[in-house]
């Protein structure tokens, strides 16, 4: 088994970690601060985490290309969509592929995230 943490420069903590709990319903694994404050955002039960990292050097430089894509396996729920605006996401259009396969958002840091429809099975 391999585990991936995706990093990302985050100027403002607060708003970015409510945009992934409170509109994706990810989790604080840890957090802490020293040389940089960090929020490490995932899932308990996955190998995987979201960290984004904090102070006075992170400047986020996002493309429309840095895609955080999360695969459903099925249609993106209307509730999940809301919840995710109220938290600060904007919809975005992506792509036709994207925009066809799923829904994009830009998190208040300007990165995309992708909410597939797709199942990671049958993703192209």
């Known amino acids: ?44 039960d996955a190998a995987w985490h979201l960290e984004l ?7 986020p430089a996002p493309s ?3 895609l955080l894509v999360l695969y459903l396996g099925g249609p993106v729920d ?5 919840r995710i605006e109220a938290s600060g996401g904007r919809r975005v259009s ?3 592929y994207w925009d066809r396969w799923g829904v994009t958002f830009e998190d208040p840091d300007g990165y995309r995230l992708v909410l597939s ?4 099975s049958n993703a192209e």
């Open 1 to 44: 088994m391999i585990d991936i943490r995706i990093a990302r420069p985050c100027p403002d903590l607060a708003v970015t970690t409510r945009f992934y709990t409170e509109g994706l319903g990810l989790e604080v694994l840890w957090q802490g601060s020293g040389e940089h404050d960090i929020v490490m955002l995932g899932r308990r």
């Open 53 to 59: 990292v904090g102070g006075s050097g992170a400047v």
């Open 64 to 66: 429309a290309e840095d």
């Open 78 to 82: 209307d509730d999940l969509v809301r």
């Open 94 to 96: 992506q792509s036709d």
């Open 117 to 120: 429809t797709r199942a990671w």
